[in-house]
C-alpha cells in the first residue's frame, strides 16, 4: 500500500524556509536598488560641487579685481604656433583683446541688420605637424625630474587666468605643475609664458556646457546641438590664445562630455594638432575616453578632485588622499582651482612630497606612461 506524503503545511520548518528565502530576496532587490539611487546620487551631487566650485573661481570679487593693475603685455616666447592666429572675434576687444587701433580703418559698418545676417568668420584648420615630427603634446612638454621608481603625482591646477592675482601666486609654487587657462580670460601670452619659464606644463581650460541651466561656463562654451562649424569655431578661437600648451581639459562639461556628436568634433580637431585631452571627470557618462582611444588622442582622466570644500583643512585632507592612491596605484592626478586655501595648501604639501617617497610630475609623463586613465 503507496505511503502518502504528509502536506507542506503540516512541516512548519518548510513554511518558515519558505518565508526566510522571500524575505532574504526581497531585502536583496531593495538593497540594490538602494544602491543604485545613492550612486547615482553621489555623482550628481559631485558633479554639482565641482561645477560650483569652478563657479567660485570664475567670478572674483570686485575687490579682488581692483587690487590688479593692468600690466604691458610682455614680449612672447617664440614658439613654434600650431596653427595661425585667427581673425578677431566679432565682439573685438570685448571678446578677444583685440586692438583696433593697430589695424587700417575699417570701412563703415553695415546696419545690424545685415550684420546679423553675416555667417561668423571661421578660424583657419590647424596647421600640419611640426616638420620636426613631433606631436605638440611631446614637443612642449616639461621634462619630469628623475622618477627613482616613486609613486607619480601630477597637480592640474585650472581656471586659471581670470583672477590675476591668484593666478600669479599659482605660477610661483614650485614646479612641475600642470596649469590649465581659461580661454577667455584676457592677455594670456605673457603670464604663461613666464609660467613655462618656471617650469610648469601648460593646458587650455575649455568651457563646455554643464547639467545645470543654472551655472554660466562663460563665453564661447561648446554646446549640445551646436552646428559642427559653430563648434569647430569656437574650439579654434578658445586653442588661439597663447601658445606651448600640450592639451586641453574640460571647464565644467558634464552635459557636453556625455555627448558623442559634439566629442567627436573635439577629438578630430585635437587629434589634428596633435594634442592631448585630460577629462576632468564631472560626469560618469563622460564618452571621453571611448572616443580618445578611437581617435588615438593622448588621454588621461582626473583621480582626485583638491577643493570641493575650500578650506585648507579640506585640501590637506584631499591631498593626503592624492597620496594614498598613488601608493596603491603608481600613479594619481589631482585637479584644484586657485583658490586662496587650495594655494595655501599647496604650498606647504609640495616641498616634502619628494622625502614621503612621491615624485611630482607633469601631466605629459603620465599620459607617456599610459597609467593615467
Known amino acids: 500500500m503507496e505511503s502518502r506524503r504528509a502536506p507542506t503545511h503540516h512541516k512548519p ?13 526581497g531585502v536583496g532587490i531593495g538593497v540594490g536598488v538602494g544602491y543604485g539611487i545613492l550612486s547615482a546620487r553621489s555623482e550628481r551631487q559631485q558633479s554639482k ?3 560650483q566650485a569652478e563657479m567660485q573661481v570664475d567670478r572674483p570679487s570686485p575687490q579682488d579685481e581692483m587690487l590688479v593693475l593692468p600690466e604691458p603685455e610682455p614680449e612672447p616666447e617664440k614658439f613654434d604656433p600650431l596653427t595661425p592666429i585667427p581673425m578677431p572675434r566679432p565682439g573685438g576687444m570685448a571678446d578677444d583683446g583685440f586692438d583696433p587701433s593697430d589695424e587700417d580703418p575699417a570701412p563703415p559698418s553695415p546696419a545690424p541688420s545685415e550684420l546679423a545676417a553675416l555667417p561668423l568668420p571661421l578660424p583657419p584648420p590647424p596647421a600640419p605637424i611640426s616638420p620636426t615630427g613631433k606631436p ?5 612638454a616639461v621634462p619630469p625630474p628623475p622618477l627613482a621608481g616613486r609613486p607619480l603625482i601630477a597637480v592640474v591646477i585650472d581656471d586659471l587666468g581670470v583672477d590675476r592675482r591668484r593666478s600669479e601666486k599659482v605660477v610661483a609654487l614650485p614646479p612641475p605643475l600642470t596649469l590649465a587657462w581659461m580661454t577667455y580670460a584676457e592677455n594670456l601670452r605673457g603670464i604663461t609664458q613666464n609660467a613655462h619659464q618656471r617650469g610648469h606644463e601648460l593646458m587650455v581650460h575649455v568651457p563646455m556646457q554643464p547639467q545645470s541651466e543654472s551655472y554660466d561656463p562663460g563665453p564661447d562654451v561648446l554646446e549640445v546641438g ?8 569656437r574650439l579654434r578661437w578658445g586653442l588661439s ?8 581639459n574640460n571647464h565644467m562639461g558634464s ?5 558623442r556628436a559634439g566629442m567627436n568634433v573635439v577629438m578630430e580637431e585635437i587629434r589634428a594638432r ?3 585631452f585630460l577629462d576632468s571627470v564631472t560626469t560618469q557618462k563622460s564618452v571621453a575616453p571611448d572616443l580618445a582611444r578611437q581617435y588615438g588622442v593622448p588621454f588621461a582622466a582626473r583621480h582626485i578632485f583638491l577643493d570641493n570644500e575650500m578650506s585648507v583643512a579640506a585640501v590637506r585632507g584631499q591631498l593626503a588622499q592624492t597620496e594614498a592612491y598613488a601608493r596603491k596605484h603608481g600613479v594619481a592626478i589631482a585637479i584644484g582651482h586657485p583658490h586662496d586655501g ?11 612630497l619628494e622625502t614621503r617617497g612621491f615624485t611630482l610630475v607633469p601631466l605629459t609623463t603620465i599620459v607617456k606612461q599610459g597609467t593615467g586613465r
Open 49 to 51: 560641487a565641482w561645477e
Open 274 to 276: 596633435g594634442l592631448l
Open 255 to 259: 552635459r557636453f562630455t556625455a555627448d
Open 241 to 248: 590664445r597663447f601658445d606651448g600648451f600640450v592639451g586641453i
Open 13 to 25: 520548518w518548510a513554511v518558515t524556509l519558505l518565508m526566510a528565502v522571500v524575505l532574504l530576496g
Open 136 to 140: 605638440a603634446w611631446i614637443r612642449f
Open 342 to 352: 587650495t594655494i595655501e595648501a599647496l604650498a606647504t604639501w609640495l616641498p616634502g
Open 226 to 233: 551646436l552646428p559642427i562649424e559653430e563648434l569647430r569655431r
